[in-house]
Nanobody, 121 residues
Framework: QVRIVESGGGLVQPGGSLRLSCASS????????MSWYRQAPGKERDLVAR?????????????DYADSVKGRFTISRDNAKNTVYLQMNSLKPEDTAVYYC?????????WGQGTQVTVSS
């Protein structure tokens, strides 16, 4: 059974930081590209960051970011723990959204249930 569980969301002041985690099970984690998406109220779900599937022990995966988060957010993965992370720094009110974890390969795609991030003073 596939499980994808996000955690680490919460309320933070502008300029603050949060680290989201996405723990996965039930599929071959290293063979999947992992992504973080976010959806604000009344808006579409948008890609925030993606990290490619990885091969050998020295392959950490290539990354892509939405322009709005470049230089502030960092995505990383730990294949030994089947977990992907999103380090979010210098948070802004416009980063407020539900953040979703996504796993995708050529045949399958899985989503988590989301975690709320609220940036407000």
């Amino acid at each position: 059974q596939v499980r994808i569980v996000e955690s680490g969301g919460g309320l933070v002041q502008p300029g603050g930081s949060l680290r989201l985690s996405c723990a996965s099970s039930g599929f071959l984690f290293s063979a999947y590209a992992m992504s973080w998406y976010r959806q604000a109220p009344g808006k579409e779900r948008d890609l925030v960051a993606r990290i490619s599937r990885t091969g050998g022990s020295t392959d950490y995966g290539s990354t892509d970011y939405a322009d709005s988060v470049k230089g502030r957010f960092t995505i990383s993965r730990d294949n030994a723990k089947n977990t992907v992370y999103l380090q979010m720094n210098s948070l802004k009110p416009e980063d407020t959204a539900v953040y979703y974890c996504n796993a995708k390969n050529w045949a399958y795609e899985y989503w988590g249930q989301g975690t709320q991030v609220t940036v407000s003073s």
